[in-house]
């Protein structure tokens, strides 16, 4: 079956500093995947997309390459702010259903 | 456009009661999901509709039953509630199913439901 594996958190930094969560999937046919960031008490916000195999979903300051050959979507962004403190979600979907499987989430928070 | 509503946003019930949780996705799409989260964790899959039939279901009892009206707004219903089923349940929109461009998944604010 499908399954997505996320770097634990929670993860703390600096404000400015570099950020990387890292991701891992198992599916079957040719999933796309989706970063998603939930603040608290809130629902799940769509962060950034990739469909295929070397695309790069960016949002917001925020980047992730969907890597085929090593079946990761690692997010990565360059110097984060207090304001993205948040719990972050790589998820799939794959099939007819289209329906997704979620990682288990990373808490991060950046600090002043 | 509004984006995916949901209501109640909370609700609390004791176990053994029945509850309805409502759904109405973007202006335009066909398909609405639904998840739990239970705290601290991922999102797990229930149900998902498109144009108004059932095309996916997860690993749920059949307690959790679902359905989409021609308006393509939906429905959870979930009977004989256990302690184990308060969680934060959440429904998503998409256009429509067939293909990576359209499969993206809008998430409304969730219901957060306690079973005491």
């Known amino acids: 079956g499908n399954s997505v594996t996320q770097m634990e958190g929670p993860v703390t930094l600096s404000e400015e500093a570099f950020l990387t969560i890292n991701c891992t999937y198992t599916?079957?046919?040719?999933?796309?995947l989706f970063w998603y960031v939930q603040y608290p008490g809130e629902g799940l916000q769509l962060l950034l997309k990739?469909?295929?195999?070397?695309d790069k979903g960016s949002n917001k300051g925020f980047e992730a390459t969907y890597r085929k050959e090593t079946t990761s979507f690692h997010l990565e962004k360059g110097s984060v702010q207090v304001s993205d403190s948040a719990v972050y979600f790589c998820?799939?979907?794959?099939?007819?259903?289209?329906?997704?499987?979620f990682g288990s989430g990373t808490q991060l928070t950046v600090l002043p | 456009d509004a984006g995916v509503t949901q209501s109640p946003t909370h609700l609390i019930k004791t176990r053994g009661q029945h509850v309805t949780l409502r759904c109405s996705p973007i202006?335009?799409?066909?398909?609405v999901s639904w998840y739990q989260q239970v705290l601290g964790q991922g999102p797990q899959f229930i149900f998902q509709?498109?144009?108004?039939?059932?095309?996916g279901r997860g690993n749920f009892p059949d307690r959790f039953s679902a359905r989409q009206f021609p308006n393509y707004s939906s429905e959870l219903n979930v009977n004989a509630l256990l302690l184990g089923d308060s969680a934060l349940y959440l429904c998503?929109?998409?256009?429509?199913?067939?293909?990576?461009?359209?499969?993206?998944?809008?998430f409304g604010p969730g219901t957060r439901l306690t079973v005491l």
């Open positions: 998503a929109s998409s256009l429509a199913l067939s293909k990576p461009s359209t499969d993206t998944q809008y």
């Open positions: 599916a079957t046919g040719y999933p796309s």
């Open positions: 990739a469909t295929k195999a070397d």
């Open positions: 998820a799939l979907a794959s099939g007819s259903a289209r329906q997704l499987t």
């Open positions: 202006s335009g799409h066909k398909s």
């Open positions: 509709y498109y144009e108004k039939e059932e095309r």
